[in-house]
């Protein structure tokens, strides 16, 4: 399923090439956690420095299930976010970590709902305790 994908640019003109960059890394977040509901890219060169660079600033908001991911790809001292692809990339990058985490935390929660290995011990453990205190 496609996620709707909304790309806005401030303070630059639009790029086609750099939309289809964007709706790319977005296919590669879809395969990483596809209940992604909706993906907001805002793409901006807030300064517009000619002695220290034009750095470009990228944030992503993802809409999933339960809470929504915001990453700012706001890297001032990075030299290299004066490239809008590095900057993108980047941001995706941090996205991507953000929902693996939120990946590792569910199963993590699941395993624990279901008595997964870890929770059995501590209870075999804890009745062990308690029936050697007792007698």
Partial sequence: MAIPLYVTFRDMRTSPALENFVRTWTLKLEHVYPRISRCNVVIERPHQHKRHGQRVHVRVSLSVPGCDAIVS????LDGAHEDAYVAIRDAF???RRQLDERVRRRRHDAKRKRGGRGA???????SAIGAALAG
């Avoid at 790809?73 to 001032?76: P, V």
């Avoid at 059995?120 to 804890?126: E, F, K, N, P």
């Fill in 73 to 76: 790809g706001d890297h001032s």
């Fill in 120 to 126: 059995s011990r501590a209870s075999t453990s804890r």
């Fill in 93 to 95: 990058r941090a996205a």
